[in-house]
């Protein structure tokens, strides 16, 4: 039976903010005898796709992993094959976000990612930053433990000069200094492919999230699926560490 955005929309279980591993776009291609840039092509029509669909359910963060830090390890033509198409998916795209009411906001060192690309990115923030639709954060040359790092990094340079006592750092102040500090932690992370890791994402926010395992690849990976892993989670009782009747109560 198919599962229609309004059911999601009108259930107050829903997750608020959804997060993606979209794994796949290469295995996608190699299965047709394609290259793989095919599948990344492809996989972008996904993300469209699952965007519009968050939106519709009443999703307000999606998260979608697109290039990590450890991804510039792959063969150069490739990376930069990559890099070009995500200079022209966000000049196509970022107006038609804004048209739609939908933030943009990228996480990950964009100190690494090509001049133009990281300018378009920056251009497409500021334009967006009042929408309040849905916000697609876009995590982009991004590691948590890189995350972590520089979050440290931060609070230590802040010590040194005396703006933050050592007895004060809590989690509150770590949490303040990392990539998604104005967002919510996750309440679902999906990853598609059939893989069960989470390959360096968003390892501190991930403390309490939901997870749901799909077989798709990403780029066959569309509404009907995404929905049955919102409604897997809409049944699901999160605990944050209580018993069920103290959740109950």
Do not use: C
């Not at 450890?70 to 000049?91: C, F, G, H, Y």
């Not at 929408?131 to 609070?155: K, M, P, W």
Request: glycine content about 6%.
């Amino acid at each position: 039976m198919e599962i229609r955005a309004e059911e999601i929309k009108n259930n107050a279980n829903r997750p608020q903010h959804v997060a993606i591993i979209l794994d796949g776009n290469g295995r996608w291609a190699k299965k047709r005898g394609l290259p793989r840039m095919m599948g990344h092509n492809e996989g972008v029509k996904t993300v469209k796709e699952i965007v519009t669909a968050s939106a519709e359910a009443g999703v307000k963060y999606l998260t979608i992993y697109a290039f990590s830090k450890q991804n510039w390890n792959r063969p150069k033509d490739e990376v930069s094959s990559i890099m070009s198409l995500l200079l022209k998916t966000a000049e196509r795209e970022i107006k038609e976000l804004h048209r739609n009411n939908v933030r943009l906001k990228v996480i990950g060192d964009r100190n690494d990612l090509p001049t133009e690309a990281r300018e378009v990115l920056e251009q497409g923030m500021e334009l967006t930053k009042n929408n309040e639709l849905l916000t697609l954060v876009v995590a982009l040359s991004y590691g948590s433990r890189d995350e972590i790092l520089r979050a440290v990094n931060t609070i230590a340079t802040e010590v040194k000069n005396g703006n933050i006592e050592p007895g004060d750092i809590d989690e509150t102040t770590l949490g303040s200094k990392l990539d998604t500090a104005d967002i919510p932690d996750p309440d679902l992370i999906i990853r598609t492919s059939g893989e069960y890791r989470i390959s360096n994402y968003l390892l501190w926010q991930a403390a309490y999230a939901e997870f749901y395992f799909a077989e798709e690849l990403w780029p066959d990976f569309h509404r009907q699926n995404y929905y049955k892993a919102l409604m897997s989670y809409t049944k699901r009782e999160r605990r944050f560490g209580k018993t069920s009747e103290q959740v109950s109560t």
